[in-house]
Nanobody, 129 residues
Framework: QVRLVESGGGSVQAGGSLRLSCVVSGSTYNKFCMAWFRQAPGKEREGVAA???????NYADSVKGRFVVSRDNTKTTLSLQMSSLKPEDTAMYYC???????????????????????WGKGTLVTISS
């Protein structure tokens, strides 16, 4: 059973930074599209950032230039470095993973693709003004 566990959430003031991490366990297979999603109170879940098996990234326009997603394929971990945080970034942040076939060469890992097989339980980020 693949498990994803997020960490790093907390409360910071606007303009501050946080680094979220997600550890994947339960499988030796590591060819995943991986992504971060978030859900603010009373709002729909939205895609934030995604990173493909080859390291290609893409972001929601609202976070582009402020957030950086990265991965460590050796450990199958996912990170999200968030800077210049705004109150509107306040949300529960979820990491997600979707396996790709061994022959996959990239191209379909998008931040707004919600059809992910595995999800973490979330870590809360609160930005005060």
């Amino acid at each position: 059973q693949v498990r994803l566990v997020e960490s790093g959430g907390g409360s910071v003031q606007a303009g501050g930074s946080l680094r979220l991490s997600c550890v994947v366990s339960g499988s030796t297979y590591n060819k995943f599209c991986m992504a971060w999603f978030r859900q603010a109170p009373g709002k729909e879940r939205e895609g934030v950032a995604a990173i493909d098996t080859d390291g290609t990234t893409n972001y929601a326009d609202s976070v582009k230039g402020r957030f950086v997603v990265s991965r460590d394929n050796t450990k199958t971990t996912l990170s999200l470095q968030m800077s210049s945080l705004k109150p509107e970034d306040t949300a529960m942040y979820y990491c997600a993973a979707d396996p790709r076939p061994p022959y996959y060469s990239g191209g379909t890992c998008q931040h707004d693709d919600y059809a992910m097989d595995y999800w973490g339980k979330g870590t809360l980020v609160t930005i005060s003004s």
